[in-house]
């Protein structure tokens, strides 16, 4: 799952994920907004998940957390009890209510590595989108929580073709910045134009030159 926008979650999560044939999944670079009414998170993960990357990504009101990963067994990323760590949620922004959490269930998941995330409801966690009331989930200048701030995950471009330009940004869409075009086309030739040559002759009045009265 990579270059994704997900929202108006009124069903179940964005994504759901099974151990066995969903093993080794990637959620890359997404941008989640809200939740189910009925049911927080926007990602849940289903009894055993290993070699799961779920990295770049913004999540923006998901409720209480971002995952659900206390479904069936809370040791997510293992075969058996000797095997390290496989699954792994790093460098996601997660803003949302107050006391939201990257995942539900944290201090067992010991067979899944949290690393790099940003999470809160300050305003130091909001990504700043463009104009979410009217769904334009683009970043803006201000949204320095997400620009640059993704890891190289072998992606070459967004949702929207745009290429990323050194680090990539969190979630679906990389900013650019304002483009400002310059049109530099000549002017046209001027048509249809008339000249008008008007010739004034100026009128002389109540000038009188040596009117030739004596005393």
């Known amino acids: 799952f990579q270059n994704n926008l997900f929202y108006d979650i009124q069903t179940g999560w964005a994504i759901q994920t099974q151990s066995g044939p969903t093993a080794g ?9 809200g939740h189910n009414p009925q049911r927080d998170g926007q990602i849940i993960l289903w009894r055993h998940q290993n070699n799961v990357v779920i990295e770049n990504n913004i999540s923006y009101n998901p409720g209480a957390y971002f995952i659900n990963n206390n479904i069936g067994y809370s040791y997510q990323g293992r075969d058996s009890i000797n095997n390290p760590p496989r699954n792994i949620i ?22 899944t590595i949290f690393t ?5 409801s ?7 989108f463009v104009n979410p009331n009217n769904y334009d989930f683009h970043l803006t200048s201000n949204s320095l929580v997400a620009i640059d701030k993704g890891n190289n995950v072998g992606l070459s471009s967004d949702l929207e073709g745009k290429q990323y330009i050194g680090a990539p940004d969190l979630g679906t869409y990389e900013y650019q910045g304002s483009v400002i075009t310059t049109d530099i086309t000549p002017p046209s030739s001027p048509q249809n134009l008339r000249i008008i040559t008007d010739t004034i ?3 002389v009045s109540n000038i009188i030159i040596n009117p030739g009265f004596e005393s």
């Open 25 to 33: 999944t990637s959620i890359l670079n997404n941008t989640f907004i």
């Open 90 to 111: 790093r460098n996601n922004l997660v803003y949302g209510q107050s006391g939201v959490r990257i995942a539900n269930y944290i201090i067992e998941a010991i067979y």
């Open 116 to 120: 790099n995330n940003i999470v809160g």
């Open 122 to 128: 300050t305003s130091a966690e909001n990504p700043l």
């Open 201 to 203: 002759v100026p009128t």
